[in-house]
């Protein structure tokens, strides 16, 4: 029988030099431990080397059909004092759910005897029967047959439409013309004549609507012998992949240091999201955990990182560190670390403590002011201190939003600030029709080959990782970026930025994404690489001044 401790890895090299944490790693916001960083190098090692299982990460080779993924360490401690640690992948790897070296998952839904497979296969005969059924030659005849019916109706019923108005105008001019030319009994008759035609043309419409309903109901009873078919399977398959996911949810039950289990379907029922989200449970982390308190290893620290090819939407680089995301794994982790003594949460310290806004220019309807980099726009969930609590408490007088536009926290630069309504509306006005005039600059990471371009890649917010954006090219909102190089030194690019649009986290997602310039800009937290900060900054600003119409131009150059 193996150990209970058969995953726990000692580290190869000695660590008494090291300092243990004190407080375990905050998950969703950190800076990895030095112990946590070897143990990943080790890892990583282990993926270069291992020839137990083959998965293509897209380092080499096939970058085609490449699937990255990411693992995590965590630090843990065993009855022995003896300090290693646990490895973890997220979801499946080499089409697995168990491989060596790797904790299980919490609940293996992959087992033989798992009721997830034969309720899979069930799923499974349904989509062979709808594809099947949708893939029937004469359904494609009966929606064309159906259509060509629905367009030749409303085209006949269209046609006799106009008739009627012809007609109608025809007999509002005879019966013009007989009230003048013919005798009382003459224009009664003639006034009967032109009813009857009327009532006619009439029923000649009444006979056409009957007909074409007819002949387009036939044809739509037709085609509903096979669509019904195919509804019905649709809503069988629906069902049994809701019940089969409710199962399956209720299957994860997940531990936490105080010794209390919880289902996957509990913990969301107390979150906005109320039903978890897909491929919730599978991420590294909650898998680690659950291991250690299962097995009596007490966590010291955390770390996740990146292996492998980047992903079409999101932004993950090979071997870079990322947190913990916040949509799946935030309500679990809150419930398997309640109780245990966590690092400070940087995003509850608010960064502008200390740092005062330069007022570039003044008067009594405007200012235009240079952000500090790490100071909000606005205020944020937790923190109240922002460009608009200062600018409201310094001007008392002034009225309306303030803000007309925002600054990511990070970025430093200018900003324009109304102080009246009148000059917020035709400020905000002149941003919508894209007349405003920005220039960024900025330092990235690497050598940008070309000398300037356009990147155009939609945008949304990633629901399962606030604030993070992803590319989306079907729910997303049109982000463009033109960009020209200004310089090329020690293996950085300085680099101008000129929105078109302005969404969130734009000229960042733009820079890092593999199909943007796929270098993020230096101290990017969020796409790249922590650092003193983060090196974007808004550096000219022209617009049209709001009451005398002038055209106002101004930069304030980077300190970087």
Request: one cysteine or more; a positive charge; charged letters at 25%.
């Amino acid at each position: 029988m193996p150990s209970p401790e058969n995953h726990f890895t000692s580290f190869k090299a000695a660590i008494d030099a090291y300092i243990s944490p004190e407080r375990f790693t905050f998950p969703f916001y950190y800076q990895p431990h030095p112990l946590c960083l070897l143990a990943a190098n080790e890892l990583q090692q282990y993926l270069k080397t291992q020839q137990e299982w083959q998965h293509n990460f897209g380092i080499t080779g096939d970058k085609k059909n490449a699937i990255g993924k990411m693992f995590g360490v965590l630090l843990v401690q065993n009855k022995h004092n003896e300090i290693g640690y646990l490895a973890a992948f997220s979801g499946k790897l080499a089409s697995k759910n168990h491989l060596p070296k790797f904790v299980p998952p919490v609940f293996d839904m992959l087992a033989k005897d798992s009721f997830f497979l034969a309720q899979q296969i069930e799923i499974n005969l349904i989509n062979e029967q709808i594809e099947i059924l949708e893939n029937n030659p004469q359904l494609a005849v009966l929606t064309t047959t159906l259509q060509t019916e629905i367009d030749t109706s409303q085209r006949q019923l269209a046609a006799h439409r106009e008739k009627i108005i012809a007609g109608r105008k025809t007999r509002k001019a005879q019966r013009a013309a007989a009230e003048i030319e013919l005798n009382t009994d003459d224009l009664l008759k003639i006034k009967e004549q032109l009813g009857q035609e009327s009532i006619k043309e009439k029923l000649q419409l009444r006979d056409l609507n009957l007909y074409w309903g007819e002949r387009t109901q036939k044809a739509e009873d037709k085609l509903k012998q096979l669509t019904n078919e195919i509804t019905a399977l649709k809503n069988q398959r629906k069902e049994l992949s809701a019940a089969l996911q409710k199962k399956l949810f209720d299957q994860y039950q997940f531990l936490n240091v105080q010794g209390k289990f919880k289902s996957l379907c509990d913990i969301f029922q107390e979150t906005a999201q109320v039903t978890p989200p897909a491929g919730a449970g599978e991420c590294a982390t909650p898998k680690l955990l659950h291991y250690a308190f299962k097995h009596s290893l007490k966590p010291l620290a955390m770390a996740e990182f990146w292996w492998g090819a980047s992903p079409k939407s999101e932004i993950r680089k090979h071997q870079n560190f990322y947190p913990a995301c916040q949509g799946k794994c935030q309500p679990i982790l809150e419930h398997m670390l309640e109780g245990t003594s966590l690092d400070d949460n940087p995003l509850l310290i608010n960064p502008a403590l200390g740092k005062t806004i330069d007022i570039i220019y003044q008067d009594e309807v405007m200012l235009v002011i240079n952000k500090p980099a790490e100071f909000l726009s606005v205020p944020g969930k937790s923190i109240e201190d922002s460009v608009y609590l200062r600018i409201k408490q310094s001007f008392l007088k002034a009225t309306g939003p303030l803000i007309v536009h925002r600054l990511d926290m990070s970025t430093s630069g200018l900003m324009v600030i109304a102080l009246s309504k009148e000059a917020h509306k035709d400020l905000q006005k002149q941003f919508i029709k894209r007349t405003v005039k920005k220039r960024y600059v900025a330092l990235l990471e690497g050598l940008i080959k070309e000398d300037k371009g356009i990147i155009d890649l939609p945008l949304r917010v990633d629901l399962d990782d606030r604030p993070r954006q992803l590319v989306c090219y079907e729910h997303g909102r049109q982000a463009q970026t033109e960009w020209q190089v200004i310089e090329r030194k020690n293996h950085q690019t300085k680099i101008y930025f000129y929105p078109v649009t302005g969404r969130t986290h734009q000229l960042r997602v733009h820079s890092a994404h593999i199909k943007g310039l796929n270098t993020p800009i230096i101290g990017d937290d969020l796409y790249g690489n922590k650092g003193t900060r983060l090196h974007l900054h808004a550096e000219t600003l022209e617009f049209t001044h709001p009451i005398t119409k002038e055209l106002m131009h101004f930069q304030i150059n980077a300190k970087f």
